[in-house]
């Protein structure tokens, strides 16, 4: 139903529809001002060319863990072993599942620093959460 409000006839709203069909298809930037086209992909976006990131084609566990440790402890923190960095992500509230893993490492273990201590929760024999 028309309501009689339309700028343009439905004849001129074709045409210029085809009009403009080609510069569409293109690829390239379709507006004269470059302010108006979209921001181009950075680096650190998620790779989203093959669809949305799914927890399988996210980051790795490694990856993953280590950014979960970053947020929760500082470089303050570091040197420590596995009781000290226990108690420090319960008084930051830490996940529960987090703190978990660390309950698991032995007790002379010490930690430099984050990376080391996301290599020994991922390493051998534990390639992913709960060491499975």
Avoid: C, I
């Avoid at 510069?23 to 930037?29: K, M, Y």
């Avoid at 093959?50 to 929760?72: F, I, Q």
């Avoid at 893993?101 to 024999?125: C, H, I, K, M, Y």
């Amino acid at each position: 139903m028309q309501r009689g409000s339309d700028r343009m006839s439905a004849h001129r709203d074709d045409e210029m529809k085809h009009e403009l069909q080609s510069l569409l298809r293109s690829g390239h930037p379709t507006r004269s001002e470059e302010w108006h086209d979209p921001e181009p992909v950075a680096e650190d976006d998620p790779d989203v060319t093959r669809g949305p990131v799914t927890p399988g084609r996210g980051p790795t566990y490694l990856e993953a863990l280590r950014l979960e440790l970053a947020r929760n402890l500082t470089r303050g923190s570091f040197p420590a072993g596995p009781r000290e960095l226990t108690r420090t992500l319960r008084h930051g509230n830490a996940p529960d599942a987090l703190v978990e893993e660390l309950d698991r490492l032995p007790d002379r273990s010490r930690f430099g620093n984050v990376q080391e201590l996301a290599v020994a929760l991922t390493g051998p024999g534990r390639p992913g959460p709960g060491g499975a």
